[in-house]
């Protein structure tokens, strides 16, 4: 793009590049494309962007997105309080819900801990989560971060922070998902189902 | 999305959405990614977009994009004005200023004749190419569509309204791209090379 003729289109071609999963041939093709948007689209989408990042922020229980003072998940009363679920981040709250089966609360991390990418404890919302567990009625906190690297070690880490308060702490279950092939399964999700196996 | 906890993050996802090559999932991604953005960055990003759409048009005589009267190209009195490269969009023009061997100058066509989209030769900058040949000192138009069946059959559409002009038209050669192994290469291709086959 830097042999482009025009530099407005160079400009936001290096705007749209910055935006995950978005290299520069990408980010040349999207540019184009709003040179071939109406202005009423081309406004729409600029306010989309500066509105939702002024209105949008943290949750001040769960820490969740929200454009209200609470998310709609907190200021339901229909909502079970006494379990959290604590998630790395909103989409992930957004797949909880997507189960319709999940009656609890939760709690967005931000995050995982990862030093080798200068993540540490302190940058993810754990201190909100222990002082919700310190005001009390919670009964269980569920771990639901990923079963990698980080989502072990946070899980881990907060865990420990948890256990003297007296809370129930449990992790996510690992095994085979649901409609897989156990040819296809590798050797640590089979191991993993095995371990865990149950009564019949 | 639809779950959402925050409207306008479900506004801006659908706007991500609907450009192209991104599905709901990446809009979703990047909405969230602009909720990282600092105030100033989401400014800049949410300027640019309107800036480009605003300041950037079709060049006077050649129909590239840029944001001034003339692109770079045609203001240039080193480029060669008797040679017209004809390409489908901006997209190619970078593509052969990129060889650095190209001297002519350019005509951006916006697109390719192709009924089935519903895009005429009327749709394309066909007219201002031919008044271009018509203002005189034109002697060679290359015909540098894709080789694919719209585009021949653009090449073909134009080079049929040119050749009364008493102007030479040409079309790039087809063949073996250079590093190509025979073994992979398509029949038609192959048929290309063997064809358009030179002296050595």
């Not at 962007?49 to 922020?57: F, L, Q, Y």
């Not at 919302?125 to 009390?136: F, M, P, V």
């Amino acid at each position: 793009m830097a042999e482009s003729n025009a530099l407005p289109l160079v400009v936001l071609a290096e705007h749209f590049a910055k935006l995950p999963g978005i290299g520069m041939k990408s980010a040349q093709r999207l540019a184009y494309f709003v040179m071939s948007m109406s202005d009423s689209e081309v406004k729409a989408f600029a306010d989309a962007i500066v509105t939702a990042h002024k209105t949008v922020h943290e949750c001040s229980i769960c820490c969740n997105l929200t454009d209200k003072e609470l998310c709609p998940i907190c200021e339901n009363p229909g909502r079970d309080g006494s379990v959290i679920c604590v998630v790395e981040s909103p989409k992930d709250v957004t797949a909880f819900e997507r189960t319709k089966e999940y009656k609890g609360v939760y709690h967005v991390l931000h995050g995982l801990i990862s030093p080798i990418d200068n993540v540490m404890p302190d940058s993810l919302r754990i201190k909100q989560l222990l002082a919700r567990i310190q005001n009390g009625g919670v009964e269980e906190v569920i771990m639901a971060t990923n079963p990698t690297v980080e989502g072990e070690a946070t899980a881990m880490y907060i865990s420990r922070l948890l256990k003297p308060l007296g809370v129930r702490v449990t992790r996510l279950a690992f095994g085979l998902p649901v409609g897989a092939v156990l040819e296809y399964a590798d050797e640590v999700t089979l191991y993993k189902a095995l371990e865990n196996r149950n009564e019949i």
